[in-house]
């Protein structure tokens, strides 16, 4: 490594699905975070941790702030809102592509809140869908929503736009330090628990409506087997019977496609075969049950 080296934390924070743990995923160069087309993706704070031979990046993915519904929308809010506390800088990732919405809103009232707020970045995602003029605009519109930001950067998460230009910027802006974290360590999650995340982004790809936000997931069992593999258990939890069959599907379809889904992913993580046995329960309106939120690892609010 260089004399000079430099380390610090990164919250990256966001409203729902402008891109956060993709473009966390893109940075690292490995899927860690699960990532899908539909909103709160992401339902706990992830580490990220990229080591280069001058710098050490920690990056904090975050669930996306919103209005919540109920106490599990409560408890991820909560838990993005933590996620700055201590940090050394906040990237404010924003999607480009629509106006500043309410909860954008909600988001720059809660970084004004913050007493000693360190150095933020926003950067505008999802340019590549945009004219640069239509890009200046955008960025125009939410540098109103929070003129003390340090810079306002175009990104593209998922085609390359802006990424090294972001990540020298983040690097001018940590302190010379030793890393916190050996240099080959990628996230501070155990693999059962990136299993059960990539299990639930399953849900999300092949799920309609409400369906998939209601589920969450339990990793039962996960077992080495030598040269075979690993075999992992886990259960679906739903709210509803109804959503029991629909997840089930005819004849089992459904959950044979998203296990089949979710076993690509995790070998494709893990770098080894895998068996995956899934099964559905249904735990009635588990979103709002403080005890059930707690058993699936989430701090609901007081």
Excluded at 106 to 117: T, V
Excluded at 132 to 141: A, D, F, K, P, V
């Amino acid at each position: 490594m260089n004399d000079t080296f430099r380390s610090g934390f990164v919250a990256v924070i966001g409203r729902p699905n402008v891109g956060k743990s993709t473009l966390i995923n893109a940075l690292l160069g490995q899927k860690i975070a699960a990532v899908s087309p539909r909103p709160q993706t992401t339902r706990r704070s992830q580490l990220g941790i990229l080591t280069t031979d001058e710098a050490q990046i920690i990056f904090v993915d975050t669930p996306g702030i919103h209005n919540p519904h109920h106490k599990l929308g409560k408890a991820l809010n909560l838990n993005a809102e933590e996620a700055l506390d201590g940090v050394d800088l906040i990237l404010w990732l924003v999607d480009a592509s629509v106006n500043p919405t309410e909860e954008d809103k909600k988001i720059a009232a809660l970084l004004l809140e913050i007493s000693h707020r360190p150095p933020l970045l926003l950067a505008t995602n999802k340019t590549d869908r945009l004219t640069r003029e239509e890009t200046e605009s955008s960025q125009s519109r939410y540098r109103e929503l929070f003129p003390a930001a340090e810079l306002v950067l175009p990104l593209s998460a998922t085609r390359g736009d802006g990424r090294d230009e972001l990540l020298e910027i983040i690097i001018e802006n940590l302190e010379e330090r030793p890393p916190d974290f050996p240099a080959e360590q990628v996230t501070d999650l155990y693999e059962r628990e990136i299993a059960a995340e990539l299990i639930r982004e399953a849900c999300l790809i092949f799920l309609r409506h409400e369906i998939p936000h209601s589920i969450a997931v339990r990793v039962d069992e996960f077992t080495e087997r030598g040269d075979k593999g690993a075999y992992i258990a886990a259960t679906l939890f739903v709210e509803r019977d109804s959503q029991k069959g629909i997840v089930i599907g005819e004849g089992g379809k459904t959950l044979k496609k998203i296990g089949s889904a979710a076993r690509k992913e995790i070998e494709a993580m893990s770098g080894r075969k895998v068996f995956l046995n899934l099964r559905v329960k249904m735990l009635k309106d588990w979103r709002n049950n403080e005890s059930y939120l707690r058993r699936f690892g989430y701090n609901p609010p007081k």
